[in-house]
């Protein structure tokens, strides 16, 4: 594990200037660009073949240069997918062709290791490696088939295969898919490069200095460490800040972390929840049977679906209130795969059990303390339920405390909160490197910039890779030292009280 240190004379012994690029959280999006950065480089396969005729033949122009260093909107012109962002597109395409119309055609890529590629970078996260997935709302990842949560170079088909005896079909649950980022951060060696239990405070562009300090980036944070043990065995674990200096920093966090709200009378009564886990707890201590009131799911999307089927499964009556009507095609249930996932169409379907009922084109008024619920149509009819508890699922925001303004002036539109689907951040789409940044060098990637799928943020750790290994071509080649990311400089402990170090214990 690595350990950030906060003492001086480490500092001092270390060199001034180190090239690193910390990476603002560890889960899938930040896994993944680790394993770009850690010299694991994708080339066209000598014998290799790629259904798409066009890309093939591109492809085939310059097979000996790794696809870190082609021209990446080449490669992507014409291509056409299922995200808006065509590196995204193109990198899926590559490592599971054709895989929309259900065929399995093999992968063109052949990944060598070649470590002398490597770009030094810090996957700062809270939690273990991938653990984040952990704290994600359940839904998102049992939703998805499994060969889209799968990272590259270990397929999570042969892995979950080798953990459970019989697959029964694609899907794996979240717990299995923490555990795969895990085992893959292990397997591929890329833990030297993750320090977690840390949180990062804040990322501002520092302004050169006469002395010659070149622009850079400062990430501070704090990371949370095991104390001295106590008598009775248990520790007291104390936060040590940390601060680096960076020319690149890339934002990879996902969009979890503060649940939407409907901003309606009582939405803060205790019986009225904003998180998936909430219900699972609720479970889990008995709470709710088929004799409890209802649950009253409000939202249309893959948690709120989630939370009524697992309300479904203890046959406990559920109430679902969203504002779309049944037929909408932008409703989840109409967007799932009926084969992959009878059981939504079941609960969607029109012969339902009666232990199911839907309020469409419904919004909820207000929550009462007594557990009453007052919904209101389209048309103005309002219906009072009575609810054991409710559930708001309606979306979440990212926590961004760490940028000015929360990150707003970096999104699409300045001056709304960053969201996933209504507001990401703007990128762009070739390098991902954030259009609005205060400087040079800052990168989104994921859900920020709208992706949610790890099928998809492939893309991001593919063009952010890209654009660094460019970078520091063009450095060697201009023989400069600019590039060089400045890691921890004497001049600037001087000025601080507590400036850091990274070592690998
Ligand atoms: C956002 O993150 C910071 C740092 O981890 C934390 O102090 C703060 O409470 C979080 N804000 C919300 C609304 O969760």
Redesign the pocket.
């Known amino acids: 594990m690595i350990v950030l240190y906060n003492s001086v004379s480490v500092l001092e012994a270390q060199p001034l200037i180190a090239p690193i690029v910390p990476v603002i959280s560890n889960g899938p999006s930040g896994i993944c660009l680790s394993y770009l950065l850690s010299g694991y480089t994708p080339y066209l396969s000598p014998d290799a073949s790629h259904p798409n005729p066009l890309l093939h033949s591109k492809l085939r122009e310059q097979p000996h240069l790794s696809l870190l260093e082609q021209d990446l909107e080449y490669l992507c012109e014409g291509l056409e997918g299922r995200s808006s962002n065509p590196v995204a597109v193109l990198f899926d395409s590559l490592l599971l062709p054709d895989s929309d119309f259900g065929l399995e055609h093999a992968s063109p890529l052949a990944w060598r290791y070649e470590p002398e590629r490597a770009t030094p970078h810090l996957v700062l996260g809270k939690g273990p490696p991938g653990g984040a997935w952990h704290a994600m709302e359940g839904s998102m990842l049992t939703l998805s088939l499994a060969n889209w949560m799968e990272l590259p170079g270990l397929k999570l088909k042969d892995w979950m295969r080798e953990k459970r005896r019989n697959v029964r079909n694609d899907r794996a649950t979240p717990a299995e898919i923490a555990s795969y980022y895990q085992h893959y951060v292990s397997q591929m060696s890329l833990g030297q490069s993750f320090a977690s239990r840390t ?1 990062v ?1 804040s990322v501002t562009r520092q302004p050169g200095n006469q002395e010659g300090s070149p622009p850079c980036w400062r990430v501070t944070g704090l990371q949370r460490r095991e104390g001295e043990e106590l008598g009775d065995g248990s520790s007291v674990s104390e936060e040590v800040p940390f601060s680096l200096l960076a020319h690149s920093v890339v934002l990879a966090t996902g969009t979890h ?2 649940p939407a709200r409907l901003g309606v009378e009582g939405e803060s009564l205790p019986f009225v929840c904003h998180s998936f886990w909430e219900l699972e707890n609720a479970i889990s201590r008995g709470e709710l049977d088929q004799s409890s009131d209802p649950v009253l799911v409000v939202g249309a999307g893959l948690t709120a679906a989630d939370a009524v089927l697992a309300a479904h499964h203890l046959n406990t009556p559920v109430y679902h209130a969203f504002r779309r009507s049944v037929t909408d095609p932008g409703l989840i249930f109409n967007q799932l795969p009926k084969l992959l996932y009878p059981e939504y169409h079941k609960v969607s379907s029109r012969a339902l059990k009666p232990s199911y009922l839907s309020f469409p084109r419904h919004r909820v008024v207000a929550f009462r303390p007594d557990r009453k619920c007052v919904l209101e149509s389209d048309s103005g009819q309002r219906t009072v339920v009575q609810v054991s508890m409710a559930l708001v699922l309606i979306g979440a925001h990212p ?1 961004l ?1 760490f940028l000015p303004e929360n990150g707003r002036p970096l999104g699409v539109n300045p001056d709304e909160p960053i969201s996933c689907r209504r507001n990401p951040i703007e990128v762009d789409p070739f390098t991902c490197g954030v259009v609005s940044a205060d400087g040079p060098g800052m990168y989104a990637m994921g859900p920020l910039v709208g992706e949610n799928f790890v099928r998809f943020l492939k893309g991001g750790a593919l063009a952010i890779a890209c654009d660094l290994a460019k970078r520091q071509r063009e450095e060697r080649e201009g023989g400069g030292d600019l590039m060089m990311d400045r890691w921890a400089d004497r001049k600037v402990t001087r000025h601080t009280e507590t400036e850091v170090c990274v070592l690998d214990l």
Do not use: F, G, Q
């Open positions: 949180t405070t972390d503060i926590n405390s």
